[in-house]
């Protein structure tokens, strides 16, 4: 996926609805005593406090108005120091697990273990292939990612890549719509939840994936909030940064925000 200073906690959006909250910035988990000893997962600090090595001055409703922040990752991070991403603040974290029907990220297994024995939320992604059919690449996934009940819903990471030396095919919104749906519908079936898409401002604009019903949106947009990026989009996660600093990733890393309050993120996917 494409690649933020944390401050206080005001005002958290859920969904495209503004919700008004109060309070100081949390130096404790967001979670009480009680939900921490039931659902161990859950406790991160509300609104964490992360670098940007190339901050963005935002206008309008900055990512600090949101307490729930997580990060997405791949071979690129290398080794990661979990435990101090989960002491950081992170609440989740996504991991590429595989690309097209032939590519795996070497790092997967290892992150993926990684994040869960330290007790983070975690879910994988796959980044699709347009030179191959969505069912064979939503098998490869299959057999690399695998069913966990405490896993977060997948995702299917869709954006044009510029720069692939292989396939520079570029469908239809209509043939792009329909093969997502196949990939989706495949997961939703084997995993028994629907994922969640990725994707940019240029390939949301130009294919209309946003029409997909039934479907939640992981929306980057690191220069503006979604709702300036996407109109009348909307979302359950926002990338707004791919310049992150996050204690235990060595160099830049992506940061996104959950769209709701801490007691939507419990309750969420449900």
Known sequence: MGRAMMGRIGLWLCGSLLLAAC???AQAPATS???AAAHPHMSFLAAPRFDDLDPHDWQGIPPDRYAVHGIDVSRYQGEIDWRAVRRGGAAFAYI???EG???SDPMFDRNWHGAKG???RHGAYHYFYFCRPAAEQARWFIRHVPRDPAALPHVLDMEWNHRSPTCTERPEGAKVRAEARR?????????????????????????GIGQLSGTQFWLRSVAGHPRETYPGAR???????????V???????????????PEAWIAWPG
């Not at 079936?189 to 240029?202: A, K, L």
């Not at 204690?247 to 309050?261: Q, S, T």
């Open 235 to 245: 979302w359950i996660f926002w990338q707004y940064t791919g310049t992150g600093v």
């Open 96 to 98: 590429k697990a595989t």
């Open 23 to 25: 309070g100081q910035r």
């Open 247 to 261: 204690p235990g990733v060595e160099g830049p890393v992506d940061i996104n925000v959950f769209a709701g309050p």
């Open 118 to 120: 330290a007790g983070l």
């Open 101 to 103: 029907g032939d590519h």
């Open 33 to 35: 005593a009680a939900e």
């Open 183 to 207: 990939f989706l519908d495949i997961l939703e079936r084997h995993y028994g939840r629907r994922p969640v898409i990725y994707t940019t401002p240029d390939f949301y604009r130009e294919t």
